[in-house]
């Protein structure tokens, strides 16, 4: 171990969905695992007689030595014992390695467990319908009890660990919530999945108003421009992420390009393709939470409605399909999107209520709760989700597992033996020391810029770019699927990027204001039944 004790944080990675398999091809992975592990055991076995010699030699060494002759060496033989047994037990961990690595690589594990999740959140749901105090007071002993751990542990305080000790009754708490709010009859939540969002349609009748007397409700979108190479060429997910960390990061002040960009603002890139045409990538961060800013966090609650009014006069909505067509983006032009949080479940209202505007074709989301948006079959999903952030937990539901709509969840823990990368002052990575020695590069993906020994809110898009690299490095074919998919969609020569800002007033201040009304009639909606 090193002297100073220094970590970084790693994510590892599950894929759902995204690529079937038949029947016979299941079972044939399924049979490859299932000898992996019949010989993991049996070597297990081979390691135990190794050990039972080893104690035996020592017996047998004990009395030769009482009679005083020692013609056979011993202690050679005993080390040897040891050898055989410690590689034998190394060759069993490497086999079951294997086969758990091939059933989580091939997703073949997923099916279960998300019937097993489904099946643990809808009885968590229904005990908060039913007994909400009880499960108020559950939430906080879980929490407060990973909260007095973590500190007893790493001799400080640190709230996020509360998430990490409640992170597997986020959705069924959150779903039972939802029917609380939404008035959902007791029972029938069993059947549904979008209870939260029925009861953010609700909400939003109380705050879209508030909103509007605080940030008005007129919006304006101008395009900004930079000589700073913020959001750079794509060619794949990762790269796409990359352009997405660096323009949210730009805007927060977390890092500096020197761009002069600020909040709320997205980037739309243009891609010419081999015949001439024009494919499209759209950048959205997520919330910045600014006074005058569409992407408040009021403005989450009307794009989690279920009613297509209400998510569509969603302010930071509203903004990025103006800037598309600012930017001169066609009906019928390819386009892909890829956000952050809020900018996520943007990228997801706008592939479900307009695509009859635009043909979104591919988007990736990272820490957004999309499960239950309406997305057209013709659009490929990849999502990208940290089991301890509560953000992606808020649609009350796993996302669905289909061959066009894919789900990496990462889990993050922290590797020690390590020194923890840095982020420079352009926002590019400078990678610490690697883990321990002879572990593979696919076991974990290193966090860009973690920190040394805190946990953090693993939220931010770093652990999603964290998470989404290990699941490639494994090989996923779901995985290696979605990216041809994805870069199938932009491919084509980078032609031009261009920013667009939006504003908030009381009054229009520009000839690109966009002003509408806002719905505040109780959404008639049919709750949500997910196959």
């Keep these: 171990m090193s002297e100073n004790n220094e970590y970084y944080w790693q994510v590892e990675s599950k894929v759902y969905?995204?690529?079937?398999?038949?029947?016979?091809?299941?079972?044939?992975y399924k049979a490859v695992a299932k000898a992996l592990d019949q010989e993991a055991s049996e070597f297990k076995k081979l390691a135990a007689v190794w050990e039972t010699e080893r104690e035996q030699l020592d017996i047998r060494h004990v009395a030769a030595t009482c009679r005083e002759h020692t013609a056979l060496p011993y202690t050679v033989l005993k080390v040897r014992c040891q050898e055989h047994a410690d590689a034998c037990r190394q060759i069993s961990e490497n086999l079951s390695l294997t086969a758990e690595r091939l059933l989580r690589v091939l997703g073949l594990y997923s099916d279960a467990e998300l019937i097993a999740k489904r099946l643990f959140n809808e009885v968590l749901q229904f005990a908060t319908q039913v007994k909400?105090?009880?499960?108020?007071?559950?939430?906080?002993?879980?929490?407060?009890?990973g909260?007095?751990?973590?500190?007893?542990i790493e001799g400080k305080p640190n709230p996020w660990s509360a998430f990490t000790a409640t992170y597997p009754i986020h959705e069924g708490l959150?779903?039972?919530?939802?029917?609380?709010?939404?008035?959902?009859?007791?029972?029938?939540?069993?059947?549904?999945?979008?209870?939260?969002?029925?009861?953010?349609?609700i909400l939003t009748q109380v705050t879209a108003p508030m909103k509007n007397l605080w940030q008005g409700n007129h919006l304006n979108v101008r395009e900004v421009t930079t000589k700073a190479d913020v959001v750079r060429s794509s060619q794949s997910v990762a790269e796409s992420m990359d352009g997405l960390y660096r323009l949210a990061n730009?805007?927060?002040?977390?890092i500096d390009?020197?761009?002069g960009l600020d909040y709320a603002t997205i980037a739309v890139q243009r891609y010419e393709r081999a015949d001439g045409t024009n494919a499209w990538l759209v950048t959205i961060p997520g919330t910045d939470g600014q006074p005058d800013s569409p992407f408040g966090w009021m403005q989450n609650l009307e794009l989690m409605s279920p009613s297509e009014r209400q998510s569509m006069e969603a302010d930071?909505?509203?903004?990025?399909?103006?800037?598309m067509r600012q930017a001169g983006i066609g009906k019928d032009e390819p386009v892909a999107m890829v956000g952050h949080s809020q900018g996520g479940i943007v990228a997801a209202t706008i592939a479900s209520n307009w695509a009859d505007d635009y043909n979104i074709e591919h988007i990736v989301t990272a820490g957004s709760p999309i499960a239950n948006h309406a997305i057209p079959k013709k659009t490929w999903v990849t999502s990208v989700e940290m089991d301890t952030e509560f953000v992606a937990a808020l649609d009350g539901t796993s996302n669905?597992?289909?061959?066009?709509?894919?789900?990496?969840?990462?889990?993050?823990?922290?590797?020690?033996?390590?020194?923890?990368?840095?982020?420079n002052k352009d926002g590019s990575c400078t990678p610490g020391s690697t883990p321990i020695a002879g572990d593979a590069p696919y076991d974990a993906a290193p966090v860009k810029g973690g920190p040394s020994s805190e946990m953090e809110i693993t939220h931010w898009l770093q652990y999603h770019q964290a998470a989404y690299q290990n699941a490639t490095d494994e090989g996923s074919p779901a995985i290696q699927n979605h990216e041809r998919h994805f870069q199938h969609v932009i491919q084509g020569e980078l032609k031009e990027t261009r920013y667009f800002e939006g504003r908030m007033s009381h009054s229009p201040i520009g000839p690109t204001t966009v002003t509408s009304e806002p719905d505040t009639s109780i959404p008639n909606v049919q709750l949500k039944i997910q196959e």
């Design 257 to 259: 390009l020197d761009s």
């Design 132 to 145: 909400p105090h009880y499960a108020a007071v559950a939430v906080t002993a879980l929490g407060v009890g």
């Design 400 to 423: 669905p597992a289909t061959p066009t709509w894919l789900t990496v969840k990462g889990t993050a823990s922290r590797a020690p033996d390590a020194t923890p990368s840095t982020i």
């Design 17 to 28: 969905g995204g690529q079937g398999y038949s029947t016979a091809t299941r079972e044939e």
């Design 250 to 254: 730009e805007r927060l002040g977390k």
């Design 316 to 323: 930071s909505a509203r903004m990025v399909v103006e800037a």
């Design 147 to 152: 909260f007095l751990t973590n500190w007893a």
């Design 174 to 201: 959150m779903s039972g919530l939802g029917s609380f709010i939404g008035r959902v009859p007791r029972g029938l939540g069993v059947l549904t999945t979008d209870e939260t969002n029925r009861s953010a349609g």
